[in-house]
């Protein structure tokens, strides 16, 4: 079983960056495929980005495609959600979530999740 601590979160203006990093403790962490959801007040949770750990192939979701940028370091067990171009509707609860083989993005679900970090996009 892997723990995973998620951080970086914070208040940023519109048009900042920030970056969210999540350490994953207690198993092999190259073995896993990575990702990063998001649950904004009154909205159900959506998939934001994942990277393979096979091959290192990322995967975006439309509304932040251009803008974030997954990455995993594997040396120090640590996975990073670089966020460029911020907007009021990015606003939400990040969840960073690792599964061994998932086939669709629904397969997370079932995965090992954070606790989550808050970002904030207000002016």
């Known amino acids: 079983q892997v723990q995973l601590v998620e951080s970086g979160g914070g208040l940023v203006q519109p048009g900042g960056s920030l970056t969210l990093s999540c350490a994953a403790s207690g198993s092999t962490f190259s073995s896993y495929y990575m990702a990063w959801f998001r649950q904004a007040p009154g909205k159900e949770r959506e998939f934001v980005a994942a990277i393979s750990c096979r091959n290192g192939r990322t995967y975006y979701a439309d509304s932040v495609k251009g803008r974030f940028t997954i990455s995993r370091d594997n040396a120090k067990n640590t996975q990073y959600l670089q966020m460029n171009s911020l907007k009021p509707e990015d606003t939400a609860v990040y969840y960073c979530?690792?599964?061994?083989?998932?086939?669709?993005?629904?397969?997370?679900?079932?995965?090992?999740w954070g606790q989550g970090t808050q970002v904030t996009v207000s002016s």
């Open positions: 979530v690792v599964h061994r083989n998932p086939i669709t993005i629904g397969d997370y679900i079932k995965g090992s």
